[in-house]
Structure formats: C-alpha cells, structure tokens
C-alpha cells in the first residue's frame, strides 16, 4: 500500500478554556474567605485595581443581579458565559445589600440547635482552671513555649522540648513517636522521654499524651486518683463506651456502686486538653447568602454583601498612564492590567449572581424544610437545581462548594440540602435521606428505656410512614448520628 503526506482541512468545534475562563470557574468554587485572600493579591499585583470604600457608590448595574438572569456555563461549556463576561459594562464591582428574590413557603419554626455534648463536658466547678481562664488570643503552642522557658532544662534538653511542643497537635496530642525525634535530633531515646516526662507536666494537665488513656492517666494521676481499679478502667475504655458493666465490674475489681463513682470521675475529665486554647486554623463560618422571613409567609434570599470584596478600575489613573510615553513593553503591561481588572470585575459579579440563582433555586426546591422542618427535607440532587436554572452540573456543584447560607432554622452549607432518595412505598413520592434520618434520631430519643427499639422494629415503624428502607441502611444511618446499638442502649439504661 503506498504511504503519501497530503493536507486537508477540516471544520470542527471545540471548547477553548482560556485562562480568563479557568479564572472565573476558580472564583465560583472559592469559599469567602478564599476569594477575599485571592482578591487582595489581585490588587497588591495589579495598580489599576483598588478597593471601594464607598458603599453607596455603586451606580446602577453595578451590583449583583437581584433576579436569576445569568448563567456561567451550559450543556455546551463556556460559550455563553464567554459572551455574558465579554459584554460591555462599568467597570465596577459593588455588592448589593438585598434581593427581592421572595420563594414561596411557609412560615418557619424556631431556630434548629446543634447537640455539642461530649464525655469532656464535666460539672461546673470553683476551682481555678488554667486552661479555660487564658487569653483566646494565646495557641496552645505559645503557652507552651513560655512554660518551656521556665522549666529549668538544659539548652539540649529545651531543643528536644521544643521539637516535641511543635509536634503536638491543636488537641494538644502528641503527633510523633520518641524514637523519630531520638533519630531527627540525634538524641537518646531515654533521654527524649525523660524530656516528654517533663513537658507532660506542664499545664493543661494531660498535654502531650500520646493516646487518650494516656491523657486520661496524666490528668488522674495529678488529682491523685491513678490506683489499680482506675488504670484498670482506663485499659478497658472500650467496655466504658459500650456501658458493659457487669464486665468492666470484674475487670477492675469493684462493684456497681464504686464503678459508678470512677464513671463519674472519668467523665470530667477532658479528652482534649488543647480545646481551650485558640488554633490558629481555626476560621470562622460566614454565611454567603441570607434567607429571611417575609410577613407573607414567604423567604428572602439575599447575599451577603459583607462578605463579598468591593474592587473596581482606577480609570482615571489609567488614564493618566497611558497618555504617557512608554515603551512597548510598559504598554504591553498596563493594556494587560487593564484587560485582567475588567475581567475580575466583571467575573465577581457573574459569581454573585450564580450563588444567588443557585440558592433561591434551592430554597425554592426546599420550601418545605423552611416551613416545617428536617422531617419535610426533599430528595435533591445537582441536575435538577441545574435543569431549573438552565445551567451545567459542574457550575451548580462549584457554587454549592464551601458556601453557606443563613435561615431561621440554622446556618447550613448549601450541599446539606442535596440528599439521596428514599423509595417510597406503594410507588409514592420518595423521601430524604436527611429527613430519614431525622425520623430515626426523633424514634430513638423518644423510645421508652425499658422498651428499647432494635433495627428491625425501627424498619417496620418507618415502613407504616410510607419508607421503604433496608434494616442495614436503618443501622449505617443510626451510625452516622453516633447513636448506639440497642443492646448498647439497653445497658445505658439500667446504668443510669
């Protein structure tokens, strides 16, 4: 067969992601935290950006659309939001402060509260408690530090120190083993515990234990309460969880009456002896939308304003600039400022205006959770927001990424309202994963303690309310809300 070059050409279309686009898709799934960070390098970077202080400054179209209007990519891909991002406008970015975005609902309950009960929580007390009396502002690693300076060690013992400090953790545990620091700094293992020895000693009582029940060990062992039945109870801290206490009785040597009162004791102490010092990864949740109660009855949605970065264009300096005479490559710079702080401008408007479609879809999905509750949460998934608001199923899963949204019932990340589906029985409308598992957690707590329901009689409950759901599916769900077995319950019970 004979081999020939020859040239042909061909029509075609295909999707050009230029880094403008790239640039845009990055802003949407940004968190308000991030975007600010990210907006703040844009301006140090570029001299013809500058922060707005004026807030009622903005003229008319500035702001973020107040009605779905917009959308950043569609089946096809960045066509459309390449004209949208193109079109002519001021080059002016000021948030909004309303929307007169009003969802259809019905008037809602009082605000959800979240559970933060844990076996660390212990009585209240008169006694002076070092770690909850410091400053907010002082990290467990500074406190530390300082305590380092006064523990009398010698100049290679305050190295070894000071490498075991920064390797504990925020919980205050220590993240690495004696034999790896020996190896790193050369030391003798004997030596680097004997130094650890010490640091455990500093306060808060427990720090830098290398396991719970070394912590819990540390902190008896201070109150004096560290003998045989104790150190017993603390090897078998799984049988504690389980509420097994006829075993745990025989482990430790004891009877019921004592065992309580060493149950007592090791609930009031702390797991985590770090928690009350402040961690420097620690961000606060803000939310990105506000969702309001009308005195129709209806919901509000509306961004929030304080959140979102106010940039625009220094035209004038601009300007001046460019009636310079500068050479090509100055030229070429400034032409380039320009063109990139028009397009974050024009980029952080589109991304205002997503989240605020995207959210009021949402809410509109889910009245029934705004009306009445977790119980009336609909299955939801990213297509149908998607198919509703004529956008692509990426755009909606980057808007919903590490955003929050405030409603009277609580603070939520906009993926809480997508749930899987739960077929109903009878071929009816199917139910919410979430609201499923709400129904679970409301049976539990209010079954009777002597009648403990099991998973089997859970299903059968569920199923006379219309769900149609698998005894394994009962059990992962009570297992994600760390609710005990019922055999687990049932010893809980008849310990209390």
Known sequence: MAMKQSLDMRQGTSLVMTPQLQQAIKLLQLSNQELAEFVEAEIERNPLLQKSEDNDGAGEGSEPARREEMSLDDSSGMGEAREQLDAPGEDVYEPGTGSDNAMPAGVSGPSAKADWSGIGAGPASDDYDMASNTSSNVSLN??????????????????????LIDETDDGGYLRTTVEEVAKDLGADEANVEAVLHVCQGFEPTGVMARSIPECLALQLKERGRYDPAMEAMIENLALVAKHDLKTLSD???????????????????????????????????????YVRELPNGMFAVELNSDTLPRVLMDKAYYAEVSALK??????????????????????????????????????????AFFAHGVAHLKPLNLKQVADAIEMHESTVSRVTTNKYMSTPRGLFELKYFFSAAIPATGGG???SAEAVRYRIKQLIDKEDPDDVLSDDQIVEILTGYGVEIARRTVAKYRESLHIPSSVQRRRINRAS
């Open 142 to 163: 500074q406190h530390l530090h300082d305590q380092l300076q006064l523990a009398g060690l010698s100049a290679a013992d305050r190295l070894i120190a000071a490498r």
């Open 251 to 289: 482990r430790c040597g004891v009877g019921k009456e004592d065992l309580m009162d060493m149950m007592s004791e090791l609930r009031q102490l702390s797991p985590k002896p770090g928690s009350g010092y402040s961690s420097d990864t620690t961000i606060a949740v803000q939310p990105d939308v």
């Open 326 to 367: 500068m050479r090509d490559q100055e030229k070429e710079f400034i032409s380039e400022c320009a063109a990139s702080a028009s397009w974050l401008i024009k980029s952080l408007d589109q991304r205002a205006r997503t989240i605020l479609k995207v959210a009021s879809e949402i809410v509109r999905q889910q009245d």
């Open 429 to 431: 409308e199917a139910h």
